[in-house]
Structure formats: structure tokens, C-alpha cells
């Protein structure tokens, strides 16, 4: 129907620690140095222009990285107005990393580290969504968007307060724990009811 | 050539650095050949549009001073974080202080502009890949500061804390980039004084490093950390941060 990919027109913002299960893992750890407390105000980070990698398409894995781990998303796409336009289906690559004190820009900035859903689905209830991911066709992970830190439009009023989103920027509700990891030659589906499943396959990068 | 970009007679237009009343860069010759007075235009970052979203990389700690100001040591691989671009705003344009905040301060930095596409550039190459330079004064406000992800967006990514400009100086007209001075007055009293040749990663190594990874495009900036000498500044103070051939950038503080 639509033969073009939809890529993001403006920034695409990644929020970290946004679901209950992913936040009550670290909940232990967040007194103690080098964070000392638990975050107050959302923790974002920002998925690069070099990173996106349409559906379909293949993403490279640098040499030297055996396994990436998979960031299963939704975002939500700024309309005007400030408004949620619509979501996409993201696949939020990462090199595994286990320190969330700097930012990760180089473990998440990556060349093609963003699989990009195919299309945009009018906005529902956020919190209604369940995501599936699957490498090499085997369910890894299931997703329930109504066990987020944060619910969407809280998410929005509170990253609202010290930034304005500009129509298309995207907001990443976050990633679930659990994100399974892949390596090169595996297929990565993303399937959520109501979106088109967004697929990615990883190689090795050659020399 | 030093380019601007600025708004006159109510459209965006392109100029470049001109003398006025005996003063250099005081005003703007566009490309019409009008010589326009600073004080008359609106300027915006120096920036032509890109077709994607610029990557707007910025350094902290990345001069041995600074570092030691904030109790850090010097890192043993940049620290970096990245902005979007609703945080840049032009010359001559007002930075936002929310009235509660105890200390927010200016950060005169070095902003490498991308000229052509960069990926595993080296290091013996990599002024190759320099479109040009302006200046940045990337404001932190440190009441916001969170160990996660740190500097995280609060303190870093906010709407209009992070003027670029005033010009786009062409990389070809500053020969030695690792060797410019650089000042911020604040009311005109001189706060920070230091020079580029103390970073601790350089501008090509920085180059290296990033293209390693990530691909760098015509446009993107690498904002290239401050040294020491940073104050708090509060509402109408006139912050200018002013590197040696490159430019005077011109800040007020506003309050809300």
C-alpha cells in the first residue's frame, strides 16, 4: 500500500528504566555509587540519525560484537501541535552494556542500530499494546505496555518540562527487561496487533 | 569566509562577516550585497538545513582543568553525550533560567561542523572531513544533574540552552584549530579563559573515534568541551563566549 518506508523527520529520543520490572532490577543498585539515588526526571537518550534502519532491511554487527541485545519499542511520533500523531514499532539495538552511569553513545549509536517499523498506526491506548519479538521465528519476549514506570502521557508531561518535542521527534516508551540478545545471521521480528511486523536481519561486518 | 544565516525583512537569508563602523564582523553583507548592522538581524545557528536530523555530539570533561573543576579525573576515553536540535539557538538570542535554580552555567566550546560524509576516518585524514568551525555555549544547569546517563537531558538537552554561532567560519581559513584562544565575558568581566590546544582528545582524534562507529554526515556538529572557568550566571546577564578566528557569541540570560 504505502512502497515507502517511513523514516523519522525529526529526533528520536530512547527513555531508559520505564518499565516496572526493568526499574525493580536495578532497584538495589540505585543507592550505591556511581548513581546514588534513584533517577527523579525521565532518563533519555537519543538514537541518532546513522542508527535507522528501515523494515527489512539489514543491520550490520561491528566485528568484535558477538551479540547484540534487542530493545523492543513502541514510539510515540509527534504530530502537530505537540500531539501524538501515531506509534512505530522500533527495534532499539544495543552492544550489552551493564553501566547506565554515562551516556550510551557508543553502544547504542551504532551504525543501523534503529529497526524502524514500516508504518505508522493511528494512536490507541498506548497502554493496550502487547509486542512480541522473535529471532529465527522462536517467541524470546512478550511486552505489556500497561506495566510502564511511566504511562505515555506522563512520560510526555514530564520529558515536556525541561524539552519541547517537535512534530516528528519520536519518544520511545522504553524497553522491557528481558531484551533477548541475537547475533549475526539472525532474523528479528517485531509483532505487535494492528502493526505491521517489523523485521530485521543482522550480519557480521566484513573487513 | 565567516557565513551567517539570518532572518531580515522578515525571510532567512545567507551573509557573511562584514566591518561596520570600524568595527570587524559588526554587521552582515547578504548575498544581495546590503551591509546589514548585527543589532538589526535575527540570527539563527549558522547551519544549512540537513535532510536528516543533525547528530549534535558534545564532550564534557574534555579539558584537563575542567575536569579537575568538577572533581573528575580526566577520562580515558570521551565522555559524550548527544543533543537534539531544539536546544541550539542563534546569536543575540536569550537562554532560558528556570527562577529556581541555584547554578547554571555558560560552557564556551569549540563546535566542529561536518563537511562530508565520515566513516573510519583516521586520524591523519580527518581535518578532511571539516565543512568549518563556529562557537557553542553549551549551558548546563547543575541543579539537574542525575548519575544516569550523565549528563543527562535535563541538564543538557534543553530548549534554547545551547547557542551556536554567530558565523560558520570555513575550516580552510583557521589553519591550526588545536591552537585558538578562548574567553567568556559574563557583563563584561572576563570568567573563562583557556585555549583549544589543552583539550585532551582533539579534534581529529574525535573524528577517528566517532566515525569508527557511527557515520557522520555533512552538517553534524561536535561540540568539543570547555576548560575551566565556569560561573553561575543569572537572569540579564550578557554571557559571551568568543573564540580566536572563529567568533564573538553573543548570550542574555531571561528568567521565567
Redesign the interface.
Known amino acids: 500500500m504505502n512502497p515507502t518506508p517511513y523514516?523519522?523527520?525529526?529526533?528520536v529520543?530512547g527513555t531508559?528504566?520505564n518499565f516496572r520490572a526493568e526499574h525493580e532490577a536495578l532497584a538495589a543498585q540505585m543507592a550505591q555509587p556511581?548513581?546514588?539515588?534513584p533517577?527523579?526526571?525521565p532518563?533519555?537518550?537519543?538514537k541518532?540519525?546513522?542508527?535507522?534502519s528501515p523494515h527489512g532491511s539489514v543491520i550490520t554487527v561491528?566485528s568484535g560484537v558477538a551479540e547484540v541485545e534487542v530493545g523492543a519499542s513502541v514510539g510515540l511520533v509527534i504530530g502537530e501541535g505537540g500531539l501524538v500523531g501515531s506509534h512505530v514499532l522500533l527495534n532499539d539495538l544495543s552492544i550489552p552494556h551493564a553501566s547506565?552511569?554515562?551516556?550510551?553513545?557508543?553502544f547504542k549509536?551504532?551504525?543501523g542500530f534503529l529497526g524502524i517499523g514500516a508504518s505508522l498506526r493511528r494512536p490507541a491506548d498506548p497502554s493496550a499494546i502487547r509486542v512480541e519479538v522473535r529471532i529465527n521465528g522462536e517467541l524470546k519476549q512478550r511486552i505489556d505496555f500497561s506495566q510502564l514506570v511511566r504511562p505515555a502521557a506522563t512520560l510526555l508531561a514530564d520529558v515536556g518540562e525541561?524539552?519541547?518535542?517537535?512534530p516528528g521527534?519520536v519518544l520511545m516508551l522504553g524497553c522491557d527487561l528481558g531484551r533477548p540478545l541475537a547475533r549475526a545471521g539472525d532474523r528479528i521480528d517485531i509483532s505487535a496487533p494492528g502493526f505491521e511486523t517489523l523485521s530485521n536481519t543482522l550480519a557480521q561486518e566484513t573487513a | 569566509m565567516k557565513h551567517a544565516r539570518v532572518i531580515f525583512e522578515g525571510r532567512e537569508q545567507h551573509g557573511v562577516a562584514h566591518e561596520h563602523a570600524g568595527r570587524p564582523d559588526a554587521a552582515v553583507r547578504l548575498d544581495d550585497g546590503r551591509v546589514v548592522p548585527q543589532e538589526d538581524l535575527v540570527f539563527l545557528p549558522p547551519l544549512a538545513p540537513t535532510p536528516?536530523?543533525?547528530?549534535i555530539?558534545a564532550l564534557g570533561l574534555n579539558y584537563a582543568d575542567h575536569a579537575k573543576e568538577l572533581e573528575f579525573k580526566a577520562p580515558e576515553e570521551p565522555?559524550?553525550?548527544?543533543?537534539?536540535?531544539?536546544?541550539l539557538i542563534g546569536h543575540r538570542q536569550r537562554t532560558r533560567r528556570p527562577a529556581p535554580v541555584q547554578f547554571m552555567h555558560y560552557e564556551c566550546e569549540l563546535a566542529v561542523v561536518i563537511g562530508k560524509t565520515a566513516?573510519r576516518v583516521r586520524r591523519e585524514d580527518a581535518y578532511d572531513f571539516v565543512g568549518g568551525y563556529t562557537v557553542a555555549n553549551d549551558y548546563a544547569i547543575r541543579d539537574?544533574l542525575?548519575?544516569?546517563?550523565?549528563?543527562?537531558?535535563?541538564v543538557k538537552?534543553?530548549?534554547t540552552c545551547t547557542p551556536l554561532g554567530p558565523w560558520l567560519v570555513d575550516a580552510q581559513d583557521v589553519p591550526d584549530p588545536m591552537a585558538l584562544a578562548l574567553r567568556t565575558t559574563v557583563n563584561g568581566q572576563v570568567t573563562q579563559q583557556g585555549s583549544t590546544r589543552d583539550m585532551i582528545f582533539d579534534v581529529p582524534f574525535l573524528i577517528e573515534y566517532f566515525s569508527r562507529?557511527?557515520?557522520?554526515?555533512p552538517g553534524d556538529l561536535i561540540l568539543t568541551g570547555t576548560p575551566d572557568g565556569v560561573v553561575d550566571c543569572r537572569d540579564g546577564d550578557v554571557v559571551v563566549t568568543e573564540i580566536e578566528r572563529i567568533g564573538a557569541l553573543v548570550n542574555t540570560i531571561e528568567e521565567y
Open positions: 523514516l523519522p523527520s525529526g529526533t529520543y531508559l528504566l556511581p548513581y546514588k539515588a533517577p527523579k526526571a532518563v533519555l537518550y537519543v541518532t540519525a546513522n542508527t535507522w561491528p547506565f552511569f554515562r551516556p550510551p553513545v557508543k549509536c551504532v551504525d525541561f524539552m519541547t518535542l517537535a521527534d | 536528516r536530523p543533525r547528530t555530539l565522555l559524550v553525550f548527544v543533543k537534539g536540535q531544539a536546544a566513516r539537574y542525575e548519575n544516569w546517563y550523565r549528563p543527562n537531558l535535563r538537552n534543553r530548549d562507529f557511527m557515520t557522520l554526515s
